[in-house]
């Protein structure tokens, strides 16, 4: 028998900011990261097969290589940056509304997926470091960090909104429906597991 979990109001939401502009922005299409960033893949695989005329096998090889990467990067913001208790006034204001909120209405439909005005600067952030890591390689890594990245926040919309009643579907439904209610402590990953079970943050 599947195992059951706690599902709150899929219409439940909070205000975050008295001031209507910013309370606009906190609030995000789930669509989005598809519309902003499927292109940046895109023509990321443009630089790296027709302008820089890479072998189809390099760019794939290095494409999974940034998948990877924003696996593990996907661990290491969850655990380290969203789940960390800071200790003063600003902070504890700061991290409800970096991820706090998240908790506390886990299926508010505007608040799961990451607003442009932190992913755009965070994607040229990441794009001038794979550009120094992998210099001429860097548009292949890139496309996969990206394309990983819309995977996650894909899988987390479908994992609070989706029925997902089967196969791997259900168990990463089941596997993070697990954070939320049972133990936040405990499996960080959304997109994968692979990491919770290298850093031993499975559910015990």
Not at 29 to 38: M, S
Not at 39 to 67: E, H, I, N, R, T
């Amino acid at each position: 028998m599947a195992e059951r979990l706690y599902v709150s109001n899929k219409n439940e939401t909070v205000r975050m900011f008295e001031r209507d502009f910013m309370e606009f922005f906190s609030r995000v299409h789930p669509a989005t990261p598809l519309v902003l960033y499927l292109p940046v893949v895109g023509y990321m695989f443009y630089l790296a097969l027709w302008q820089q005329k890479l072998s189809f096998l390099v760019v794939a090889g290095f494409f999974f290589l940034g998948v990877l990467l924003w696996t593990l990067l996907e661990y290491l913001i969850h655990r380290y940056v969203f789940h960390y208790e800071p200790k003063t006034r600003a902070g504890k204001r700061l991290h409800y509304v970096i991820h706090g909120v998240h908790h506390d209405y886990p299926n508010d439909a505007r608040r799961l997926v990451m607003p442009p005005s932190i992913s755009v600067p965070l994607a040229f952030l990441f794009y001038g470091v794979f550009l120094l890591m992998f210099a001429r390689f860097a548009s292949s890594a890139f496309a996969g960090l990206v394309f990983g990245y819309v995977c996650y926040d894909m899988l987390h919309y479908a994992t609070h909104h989706f029925p997902m009643k089967r196969g791997m579907g259900l168990w990463l439904k089941q596997y993070h429906l697990r954070h939320h209610y049972k133990d936040d402590h405990m499996g960080y990953g959304i997109s994968s597991p692979l990491w919770d079970y290298v850093f031993r943050t499975t559910r015990k």
